[in-house]
């Protein structure tokens, strides 16, 4: 009796299973070792019976549903197999495909060095990072050890504006230092960020723009030394300008959130304008060693943690790296000057092809 019953269901589920789709294998599975399944009917089956009957029964029963749960496992994996071939098969993309380039348009050497800059950068394992350029003057000024009264901040010719931010005066900012405040409030150490913005400062001539734009980098950490920072400028400036061996020089400064305080100069030739070559120094940014004060005004403890930062204008580098004579045509949208200094849209800036 039950012999046949066993019989019978191995001879009707396991073809059936075989051929299955996949609502048709689950509606299988369903039926067999469901709740009210006949496999699951079985095994109940075996409740009622004599200890001597129930072990061989058992046996048996076992002995299909271990044969049934294999053939349906077997047809599930050949059923994901095949929907995902259809999948690849509906979704495919032929990536041989050559781009069209749009003649007219052209990436602005600005956004070209911020995209270099962050290419060389992120090898270096740092993240980028943004702030306002509406700032309060805590960020701007007093957290960088700037204080109320101090030269120092007039020597910004800051636009301040009728107006408050986060309860303090707002201006807008005449450097991307205050993103190292905002970031250091935020972010346990190690910190490690490059900040590249729009700067303003009320300042019109030749050489200078009321806006312009830098890019700030900042690593704080345990044991970070000035050799750090001196190593770190050098690996980016000759990436930068593709000059292995670019001379660069820390010159001693002072700017009140670093101690010590440092000018970054490359090597270059005034006659001929060649960067990398010749006798004479050229300054590009400023830099140093985070100021104590500067790393308490963030919650950090400055004995604990040290740090460097360096902030570089980006119009500067950008000028001196294509030979631009002149500053005032990057914000003229003039399309001879885009056409001839602007760069395709589709070279976008990577290491791998060299910058
Ligand atoms: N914030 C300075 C400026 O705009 C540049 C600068 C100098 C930034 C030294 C730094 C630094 O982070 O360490 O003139």
């Not at 019976?49 to 496992?73: C, D, H, P, Q, V």
């Not at 004479?280 to 985070?290: C, K, P, T, Y």
């Amino acid at each position: 009796m039950l012999d046949n019953e066993l019989n019978n269901l191995r001879q009707t589920a396991l073809p059936a299973i075989k051929v299955a789709d996949a609502a048709a294998l689950e509606e299988l599975r369903v039926a067999l070792m469901g709740k009210s399944g006949s496999v699951t009917a079985l095994l109940k089956s075996l409740g009622g019976m004599e200890a001597e009957a129930r072990k061989a029964a058992g046996a048996e029963i076992n002995l299909l549903k271990t044969e049934i749960t294999e053939a349906l496992t077997a047809r599930r994996t050949l059923l994901d197999a095949a929907a995902l071939e259809a999948k690849l098969a509906a979704e495919r993309l032929d990536v041989t495909q050559p781009p069209r380039p749009d003649p007219t348009g052209a990436i602005h050497p600005l956004s070209r060095t911020t995209e270099e800059i962050a290419a060389i950068f992120s090898a270096m394992g740092f993240s980028i990072k943004d702030g306002p350029d509406i700032e309060n003057d805590w960020n701007n000024f007093s957290a960088l050890n700037i204080p109320e009264h101090h030269p120092a901040r007039a020597m910004m010719d800051t636009f301040y504006l009728n107006a408050t931010f986060g309860n303090r005066p707002a201006v807008l900012r005449t450097h991307t230092s205050p993103v190292q405040i905002r970031t250091m409030l935020n972010q346990t150490p190690p910190i490690r960020i490059i900040v590249p913005g729009r700067t303003f400062r009320s300042d019109h001539d030749a050489t200078h723009s009321p806006m312009f734009h830098q890019c700030e980098g900042l690593v704080i950490g345990e044991g970070i030394t000035l050799g750090h920072l001196k190593g770190c400028l050098i690996d980016f400036l000759s990436a930068f300008f593709e000059i292995p061996n670019l001379p660069v020089r820390l010159r001693s400064s002072y700017f009140p959130f670093t101690e010590p305080s440092m000018e970054v100069d490359i090597g270059w030739n005034r006659k001929t304008g060649e960067i990398g070559g010749g006798t004479d120094w050229l300054e590009i940014g400023g830099s140093g060693m985070v100021h104590p004060n500067v790393l308490a005004n963030c919650g950090i403890d400055p004995r604990k943690y040290q740090g460097f930062a360096f902030g570089v204008g980006l119009e500067r580098i950008t000028m001196l790296k294509h030979g631009m004579p002149d500053l005032r045509p990057f914000y003229e949208s003039d399309i001879r000057w885009l056409r001839h200094y602007g760069t395709s849209p589709l070279t976008p800036a990577s290491l791998h092809e060299g910058l």
